[in-house]
């Protein structure tokens, strides 16, 4: 089977963790060309240095990193506490010694979809600041992007603030650049994410798998719900990992297309993705798939069985 060419983009961030090690474990089925960092939930020196390590600890090195914005588009970058200091809670992964792509992530980013001639896939789940970028420096990508999938947004009720998801609220000028570039964009919203806090079984399960991939998932899991407990807020809930699933399996999630636009001068709807439910705006195109619904079973059974069955090659 040909493998699904993809450039992945991460705020490396604990959810981002697991998703990266998810996608790590579908390279069977994946043609990773790169993998690249953005700052949101911590400063990209941290989501960087997240990002590369995690990817050289599972061995592998022959994916090139590669460093993306410091900031976003227009405003000071606003970060998140959830993820601890590091990004990582106080889950330590060796440090990588590899140096990160000498180009930027909006460049690599370009020069991927440039090779692959209308086929790349392209998954961000962090502020969408490297997209945007690479749109604003070359037009053309539009053409050459097959699909993009994120996770941010949400139809109803944000994390951040009581209408805005965080990826959404840290960087609204660049989500609305992408969701006004005329890519074909799904995104993954708070409304399926939420409902993803890793249930106890799920952690246990995963814990018994005696490979560096669950071992590392466990730990960053086991954080998440030590922080859940010692302060009080932010489950488990594996947002990432959930737009990734919706990449390589699909049937998992409820999808449908709205006209979504995103809000840029609102101070309390700052970064609000707001949706035409009533298509009162007929005029305007139905841009976005959006995700409606989520099979929490299958989602549960495809990511245990994902640590199970995977045996490095
Ligand atoms: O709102 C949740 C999203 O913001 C997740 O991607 C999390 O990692 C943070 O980036
Ligand atoms: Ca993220």
Redesign the pocket.
Known sequence: MKKLPIVMDF?T????AIAIICALMHRDCLDIKAITAVA??VPLDATAANTLNIVDFLGHTDIPVARGAAAPLTRELKC?IS?GKTGLGDVVVPTSTRAFCEKDAAEVIYDAAVECAGELVYLA???QTNIALAIQRHPDIVNLIKKVYI??GCLVGG??TPAT???AYVDPEALQVLFRSGLDVTMIG?DV?LRTAVPLWVKEAVSRVETPEAQLATKVIDFCLRRNKEWGYDEA?L??VVAFCSIVNPSVLTLKKYYVDVETEGTITRGMTVADFRDVCPDKEKNIWCAEDIDLGRFWSWFVDLFKNYERR
């Not at 961030?13 to 981002?16: A, L, P, R, V």
């Open positions: 705020d961030g604990t959810d981002d949101g939930n998140a993820h789940t962090g502020p996770m941010g994390n951040t998801e965080f990826n708070l994410t809930n947002h990432d």
